[in-house]
Structures are given as C-alpha cells and as structure tokens.
C-alpha cells in the first residue's frame, strides 16, 4: 500500500485569489476601454501644448495706448491699406450732426467748437469728405486717422517742435511736438511729408522749390498705431496710425520763429464751408536738443 500523499501546504489564500481576480478584471478593462478610446472621433485631435490664441482687446475710450507696427519700407504700403479709411458719406455738417448727437455724450459734443483749443462739426465733415478721416459706425464712434510726423533736424542736433498754434477764432492751442499733417487718402509718408513742409513751412522758404530744399531720410520710417481720446473733437475715441519720418530743411531760421498757414482749400468747393471751421493762422516753432 503506497503512502499518502504529502499534504498541500503552498495553495493561495483567500485574500490571494480575490487580489489576483481584481488585477486580471482591471486589466481586461483597462485594454478594452484604450481599443474603443483609439477609434472614436478619430478626426479630433488635441495637442500636448496647443497654441495659445492672441486676444486683441477693444479699444479703451479712456485710456492711452500705442502700437509699434512693421516699419520696413517694403510693408509700408501694405501697412497704409490696413488702415486706409472708410468714406463716409454725410451731404452736409448739420447731417452729420445729427449723426452724432445720439452717439456721443451731450456735454461732450456741445464742447466742439466753444471750448478753446477744439474744433467744431465743420472740421470733422471737412477731413470726411476728404478722405482724411473715418468714423466707425459704433457708440460712441471711433475716429481714424493717418498722421505724418516730420522730424526736421538742424544745426548742432537740434530738431523743430511746433510750441503753439494762433487759431482762427483767436484761440492758442499748445502743441508741443513735430511738424504734423493728417495724410490724403493713397499718399505716402514721402509726398506726404513734402506737403506738410510746404504748408505749414512754406511762409519762411518762399522762392524755394520744396523739393530741392528737403532731404529725407528713408531708412527714418517709423510706424505706430495711438488710441485715445481726441483733443480736437471731446468725447470722440480716435485710432491715430502715426508715420513718421526724419528730414532736413535748408533755408529755416536758425532761432524761433512763425509761419502762416497755407490756405489749405483754394477755391475749392469746400472753401465756404471751411470758413465756419476752426482753421490755425499761424504756427510757432522752436528748436530743441
């Protein structure tokens, strides 16, 4: 008769077999949830780091801002037709007029024109129907327009700043800052900078050819866009995109000095309605280091 066999003493224990079911359930589970995760909506993909999206943030009414944009001579036409502004299309002041009443505050608007130093609704339909200036159709409008700033430097590193303004309605405004003209609709800084010396300088350098007595600097360009509130036009939000070049003027008075302003309208058909406008009659300049 053969021996009984030894007795089973290594067999799992209870706790053992419970453990070892729930790892192989896990797993089970585990492989089929990542096969029907890798087949659905296989035209959605997510990155690991997607890119981050840029908000451009409204315009502040209140505040000042300024925007450095591309100043390369090759981007500037590019840059012009970005901002190239929106004609409007207002028969008279008084439709404007009346345009803007419910869009600005009243306080505001019942300024233009009154206070020293501002301009009245004949301004603004002048710069709109000349293509100088935009209003966005919103409340309150926004007002953009393109500006050329000359720097025009002289002997011993000094450049020409405008201190003031003598105003047709025997205001002073005080300016403070370089040559500048509002540009016409499709002019390059260049021809706009040979007309704002012109008109504004031409009092002093009469007998000249502006052309043969200006020398800009191209490789001067500098581009920026400015947003806040007008001086001109109270409670009106502007964009100014600011052009700006550097050049040299023979012929100018080595100390302070005034120029009148060139009659900006002729006989134009405009030339009634600019006369109820607030026009500068003379400007005063200084230089500074």
């Not at 007029?97 to 609704?121: C, H, I, M, Q, Y």
């Not at 001086?231 to 120029?259: I, R, W």
Request: proline share 9%; charged share 20%.
């Amino acid at each position: 008769m053969s021996p009984p066999p030894p007795p089973l003493t290594n067999l799992p224990t209870l706790p053992d077999l419970l453990l070892t079911a729930l790892s192989v359930c896990f797993l089970f589970t585990s492989s089929k949830s990542n096969i029907a995760s890798s087949n659905a909506c296989p035209f959605l993909s997510f990155p690991l780091n997607p890119r981050r999206l840029l908000k451009i943030p409204a315009m502040s009414h209140t505040a000042s801002s300024t925007t450095t944009l591309s100043s390369s001579p090759s981007n500037r036409k590019n840059n012009l037709n970005i901002f190239a502004p929106r004609r409007h299309n207002f028969a008279s002041p008084q439709s404007l007029s009346d345009w803007l009443k419910p869009r600005l505050p009243s306080e505001s608007f019942a300024s233009w024109g009154t206070k020293p130093g501002t301009k009245n609704v004949h301004n603004l339909w002048l710069e709109l129907a000349e293509g100088e200036t935009s209003l966005a159709d919103s409340t309150p409008p926004v007002r953009t327009v393109q500006v050329l700033s000359v720097r025009v430097t002289g002997k011993h590193g000094k450049f020409l700043v405008e201190s003031h303004q003598e105003l047709s309605d025997g205001n002073v405004r005080m300016r403070g800052r370089p040559l500048s003209e509002k540009m016409k609709p499709n002019e390059d800084p260049e021809s706009a900078a040979v007309r704002a010396i012109r008109e504004e300088l031409g009092s002093v350098i009469e007998g000249s050819e502006v052309g043969d007595i200006v020398t800009i600097d191209p490789n001067s360009y500098q581009m920026a866009v400015e947003e806040r509130d007008s001086a001109s036009y109270p409670g009106l939000p502007g964009c100014y995109v600011l052009h700006t070049l550097s050049a040299q003027v023979e012929g100018l008075p080595e100390g302070d000095f005034c120029t009148y302003e060139v009659d900006e309208y002729g006989d134009s058909d405009e030339k009634k309605l600019a006369n109820r406008a607030v026009s500068v009659k003379k400007h005063y300049w200084t230089w500074v280091s």
